[in-house]
């Protein structure tokens, strides 16, 4: 009966870790906070401030897998609604950017 409540144990600890974000993402997420957050819903639970912004876990694969994101992200990414100010992204934060979105993508409520 022991080993099986330590195996259980570990079980679930290991399960935790496999959701915790590494300090790259961490660092991602608060530049995402500071710069999208009054917005966006930066993290992998609540509602986006704005109602015509979706919360950045609900990206997907198409956009985040997407090649030339990174490029955008660099460039100045900028959306057709006039609300959204343009956002420039060094090469090194936009790669840990797209890495902590890849971490917190759920599926989209349908």
């Known amino acids: 009966m022991r080993a099986i409540v330590v195996a259980l144990s570990i079980g679930l ?5 496999a959701h915790a974000l590494d300090r790259e993402q961490r ?52 959306s057709i609604h006039p609300d959204m100010p343009t956002f420039r992204f060094s090469q090194h934060d936009a790669g840990a950017v797209i890495d902590y979105l890849r971490a917190i993508q759920s599926r989209s409520p349908r």
């Open 13 to 17: 600890s290991c399960s935790g870790l």
């Open 27 to 78: 660092r991602a997420q608060a530049l995402l906070n500071e710069s999208c957050g009054r917005c966006h819903a930066v993290g992998r639970t609540g509602s986006s401030p704005h109602p015509l912004a979706p919360p950045f876990r609900h990206l997907g694969e198409n956009k985040l897998y997407d090649a030339d994101f990174s490029r955008r992200l660099q460039n100045g990414l900028s």
